[in-house]
């Protein structure tokens, strides 16, 4: 958000039950973090959300697991701080058990770093990092956007390596990212995690994925597996059933 004066719109998610304060220009929230935050298993009761903008995604598993303590970490303090105005304007406030923390992923878990959240600390940590490669794509000449949209594979790994950090043995990970960058996810995860999901996310019936929702579990050591699709529209381009349950009544889109 590069400017602190900027322009906000209040905008409903899952059905109007998600309210957010969000910039009227940039970066903005939609179905990718609507979408990670119902892979969540509804075990989770200590998540970490990096990355977490205005906090979509984490309020997201707030609103669906009600006893899930959820902290939202945000590199960027006036985003931090609009997350946590939408954390308090919530029905129910949620401000009790969400915390907001304005600081760098590359520093968690970290003697330089904010003392929370604290390593081992979490069963599950979710991301939807930055997609756009900058050496694939043209990146936006305002420095939040770039920001929250382009990064380098080492940026991913970065991102990684925070999460496994943060997760206490046995936790749980959850992404969202593009296709094209699985055999990345696979490599990079695949050296302290294992358990590795990967559930593909099609537009329509006919047409390739454009998401892949990601998951894995640190320190386990079993292999991937291909989970069923979710099938966002009909080839008429009516939401499917399911997309449905997921986006605007905010259900979970199942384990894995």
């Known amino acids: 958000m590069d400017d602190p004066g900027e322009a906000l719109t209040d905008d409903g998610l899952i ?8 910039p009227a220009r940039g970066h903005r929230a939609g179905h990718d973090a609507v979408l990670l935050a119902a892979s969540v298993p509804e075990s989770a009761r200590r998540a970490v959300d990096l990355g977490a903008g ?38 129910p406030d949620m401000a009790g058990r969400v915390r907001v923390v304005a600081a760098d992923v590359a520093l968690l878990a970290r003697p ?10 979490a069963d599950l940590v ?6 756009n490669d900058p050496a694939r794509h043209r990146r936006s ?17 970065i991102w990684l390596r925070a999460a496994d950090r ?16 699985l055999a990345t996810l696979l490599e990079l995860l695949g050296r302290r995690a294992g358990a590795i999901t990967i559930r593909p996310v099609h537009p329509r019936p006919d ?13 386990r050591r079993t292999p ?30 199942g384990e894995g």
């Open 15 to 22: 059905g109007g039950r998600l309210r957010l304060l969000q």
């Open 207 to 219: 047409a390739p994925a454009i998401r892949v929702l990601v998951g894995a579990v640190k320190g």
């Open 141 to 157: 000449p305002s420095a939040g956007r770039a920001r929250a949209h382009s990064a380098e594979d080492g940026e991913l790994e």
């Open 54 to 91: 205005v906090g979509t995604a984490g309020l997201a598993v707030a609103l669906r697991l009600p006893q899930a303590g959820v902290t939202l970490v945000e590199i960027d303090p006036a985003l931090a701080e609009l997350a946590a105005r939408n954390a308090a304007r919530q029905q």
């Open 126 to 131: 979710l991301m939807n990092p930055p997609f």
């Open 166 to 181: 943060l997760l206490e043995p046995g936790g749980a990970l959850r992404l969202i990212h593009r296709p094209e960058a």
């Open 224 to 253: 991937p597996a291909l989970l069923p699709a979710l099938v966002l529209a009909d080839a008429q381009g009516r939401p499917t059933p399911q997309a449905e349950r997921v986006l605007r009544g905010g259900e979970g889109i």
């Open 112 to 121: 330089a770093g904010p003392a929370e959240p604290a390593p081992a600390g």
